[in-house]
């Protein structure tokens, strides 16, 4: 890609994926907490600890993504 | 059925989808200045990225959901869609083909086809190839259109305009290369939204050992039941399968067609090119761990009247159960608040992505291979970008008009099957006697691929209207009652061979173009790939003999 008008280069991809996965994996985990209809295995919880990996990983390519920006 | 009811969450997170792709293609359309920023990605990709977007540009929800309730009728013969109808063709085109197109610097495959053959052949494949791309995008369109009104109860016009018009709206904005960005979104969203089914499933069933306990043979083997085409669920044998869907249906598609292919062109140089379909072989053959455990989940439970999950009938065909509904139904069983809107997100980045695809190849083939090489020759860079944007809007509204039309005449859905047997299935012996054979001349080129086509069209009309007796079923399929998917893997057999043929025949009686004119397309006239300064882990050979050893050991262990 060309740079902006102001000479930047586009940030990586990685950090797009990253903020999306965080933030929805956040978001499944407040969904974990609210009263919906009845689920199989809703004991074990698993909008809470997947979405708790989510945030994990999406922790991981939002850096992933500002590193290879800053690198250039 | 009842429709499924999303929470206030679950809106939350669809939404926020469609902010965000539209906010990805407002951010690049920054960057985007060039032909080559608007048609290529910038070629500045890596093959991990352009990997990701070579893999996900061909994985739409569609296949999810198809190849899911298809795991309920074949089994792990799915599987066989992955590990032998796309890792070995992957390989293939990043080790033996990319050099002849990356080097070349074109933009699309017809224009390999000009480079190598003449303008006409380029014509026939770019305006195949054009009709081709819009028909799947509106087909494409039609079908989530069809799920989202059955299953979330969704009004079709709304459906349809809403995500056309995000896609138009990103592509216009940043080109190619927002839908790379898009694609790679999608598939992070198709992993998180979707693989927690599979492992919820096998949780439910207390391991996957109990899961494939009780199913019958036919559905847990690969290969040891294909001696005999009556003994597996398919009613294909190993010929039928190595030749139709491991050879010229795999290879035909993965290696030609551009709407994959155009992801590897973005590559920042040869090497990362060469690994962007390895790269993406490896994520291909993990696909199966989603569809082929989560239909075989399905298929249990099905079979378990005290478990509940009961299979809507079909809506084309109330008589069948709809066996695609599998996997939103497995979302309905085991997601709560907030996952159901990330797997329908899932579903929906899917579907979106398989239509922005065929969008942004079908707006490069358009602009390159039919409007600068017969409209207007002399078109500047800038005004070819124009004509790309203009492109995408029109190639939108004319995926709504197939999607529209497809609702109208429920038929055409039969056409659209078959038509990568018409159009990709001798293009790959075209591409394969042009690249590795210097003889290959552009007169057997062109008449070559235009008689495979038309074999190929010949034999499925012959069989649409029921011209095709027992007898000559036998000869053309090895089986007098052949199954559509045998029908169809023998079509594209014929349509290679006849071409091979017809191409090979003529050029022995045309000119060829002189060696100076193939320098860079064909083998033995290019110069060789030279990876000897190259870390091992760096080079395409190795990646690509570690993906091939993985693949044989999977179908060695499921045999």
Redesign the interface.
């Known amino acids: 890609?060309?740079?902006?008008?102001e000479g930047r280069?586009?940030?990586a991809?990685w950090f797009?994926?990253g903020v999306?996965?965080a933030?929805?994996g956040v978001?499944?985990?407040?969904?974990?907490f609210?009263p919906?209809?009845p689920?199989?295995?809703?004991e074990?919880r698993?909008?809470l600890w997947?979405?708790s990996l989510?945030v994990v990983f999406g922790g991981i390519f939002t850096t992933i993504g500002i590193v290879s920006h800053r690198k250039g | 059925m009842a429709t499924i009811?999303l929470?206030g969450?679950?809106w939350?997170?669809i939404v926020?989808y469609f902010v965000?792709i539209i906010g990805?293609g407002l951010?690049?359309r920054?960057?985007?200045?060039?032909g080559d920023?608007f048609f290529m990605?910038?070629r500045?990709n890596s093959s991990w990225?352009a990997g990701l977007a070579f893999l996900s540009a061909n994985l739409g929800a569609l296949e999810i959901l198809g190849w899911t309730g298809g795991t309920m009728k074949y089994g792990m013969f799915v599987s066989h869609f992955y590990w032998l109808g796309a890792v070995p063709a992957m390989l293939f085109l990043g080790l033996y083909m990319m050099p002849f197109y990356y080097s070349s610097k074109i933009h699309s495959v017809p224009g390999y086809l000009k480079l190598r053959f003449d303008e006409r052949t380029r014509l026939l494949n770019a305006v195949s190839f054009a009709v081709m791309t819009l028909l799947m995008s509106g087909i494409n369109l039609y079908l989530m259109a069809l799920v989202f009104k059955v299953l979330l109860g969704w009004d079709w016009h709304v459906s349809m305009w809403v995500s056309a018009a995000a896609i138009g709206c990103y592509i216009t904005l940043g080109g190619l290369?927002s839908a790379?960005?898009t694609e790679?979104?999608q598939f992070?969203?198709i992993w998180?939204g979707l693989f927690?089914l599979s492992i919820?499933g096998v949780?439910?069933f207390g391991g996957i050992g109990n899961v494939m306990q009780g199913l019958p043979s036919t559905m847990t083997s690969l290969w040891a039941t294909t001696g005999d085409a009556g003994s597996n669920a398919m009613g294909v044998t190993w010929l039928g399968l190595v030749m139709g869907l491991g050879f010229v249906m795999s290879f035909g598609y993965w290696t030609t067609d551009f709407l994959v292919v155009q992801r590897a062109f973005s590559s920042k140089d040869l090497r990362s090119a060469r690994l962007t379909p390895i790269t993406a072989s490896f994520f291909k053959m993990a696909l199966p761990f989603i569809v082929v455990v989560a239909g075989m989940v399905a298929y249990k439970l099905v079979m378990d009247p005290a478990s509940g999950f009961k299979l809507p009938p079909d809506p084309s065909d109330p008589s069948k159960l709809w066996n695609d509904a599998a996997l939103p139904l497995l979302i309905v069983?085991?997601?709560?608040?907030?996952?159901v809107?990330?797997g329908i997100?899932a579903l929906l980045a899917g579907f979106m992505a398989g239509q922005a695809g065929n969008v942004s190849a079908f707006n490069t083939v358009w602009t390159y291979d039919i409007y600068k090489a017969v409209i207007n020759k002399k078109a500047t860079d800038e005004h070819l970008v124009w004509v790309g944007r203009v492109t995408t809007v029109v190639g939108v509204l004319l995926s709504i008009g197939t999607a529209y039309l497809a609702m109208q005449f429920n038929t055409i859905m039969d056409y659209i099957q078959a038509i990568f047997s018409w159009i990709n299935a001798p293009l790959f012996a075209t591409m394969l006697l042009g690249m590795f054979w210097k003889r290959t001349t552009s007169a057997g080129a062109f008449w070559g691929l235009l008689a495979g086509m038309i074999a190929s069209f010949a034999i499925f009309m012959g069989f649409r209207f029921n011209l095709v007796g027992p007898d000559l079923a036998s000869v053309l399929t090895l089986s007098a009652a052949p199954s559509d998917m045998t029908r169809n893997l023998w079509q594209a057999i014929w349509a290679w061979l006849v071409c091979f043929g017809v191409t090979f025949l003529i050029s022995l009686f045309t000119t060829p173009k002189t060696d100076a004119e193939l320098v860079g397309l064909v083998k033995g006239m290019t110069p060789k790939v030279d990876e000897g300064k190259v870390w091992l882990l760096g080079r395409p050979g190795f990646w690509a003999a570690v993906a091939l050893i993985v693949v044989i050991a999977l179908n060695a262990y499921f045999w």
């Open positions: 890609m060309s740079q902006n008008d280069e586009p940030l991809i797009f994926v999306i996965l933030v929805y978001l499944v985990i407040i969904g974990s609210v919906g209809r689920t199989v295995l809703a074990t698993p909008g997947w979405g989510m | 009811e929470a969450l679950d939350a997170i926020l965000a990805i951010y690049l920054k960057f985007t200045k060039t920023d990605g910038g500045k990225v290369m790379i960005f790679i979104v992070f969203l998180a927690l919820l949780m439910e069983r085991y997601y709560p608040v907030g996952l809107g990330l997100t």
